[in-house]
């Protein structure tokens, strides 16, 4: 299957409930393991270190931290209500600028 983005790596947190959604089939049609991350601090050094492009799956109350962190500014003001499950943030990296851009995918949280 060909896919639209080259993704280099897949992280995800160490939380049982991330485990089985939709980046394991994603991560096994691709082949590329997926890598658990503890901390954001030790994820943003992660992304800033590599290079391509990441998938991060998170949860409702670190998405904020990570997109934030990342950004160096405030882009998400709290955390995600727990039923939005259509969020796609995309962070961009041009050099030393971070390009923020927020969309949605699939069926909406909320019709």
């Not at 049982?16 to 590329?32: D, H, M, T, W, Y």
């Not at 992304?47 to 931290?65: A, E, F, Q």
Request: hydrophobic share 40%; with cysteine.
């Amino acid at each position: 299957m060909n896919w639209p983005i080259n993704i280099s790596g897949i992280f995800i947190q160490q939380i049982p409930f991330v485990q089985g959604l939709p980046q394991e089939p994603l991560s096994q049609a691709i082949k590329i393991n997926l890598e658990l991350y503890g901390s954001i601090d030790s994820l943003i050094s992660a992304i800033k270190s590599g290079k391509g492009n990441v998938l991060v799956v998170g949860h409702s109350n670190t998405v904020d931290d990570i997109v934030n962190k990342l950004c160096g500014q405030v882009k998400i003001a709290s955390d995600l209500k727990d039923g939005e499950y259509d969020n796609l943030f995309i962070v961009k990296i041009r050099g030393k600028k971070f390009i923020f851009d927020k969309r949605k995918y699939g069926y909406p949280s909320n019709p």
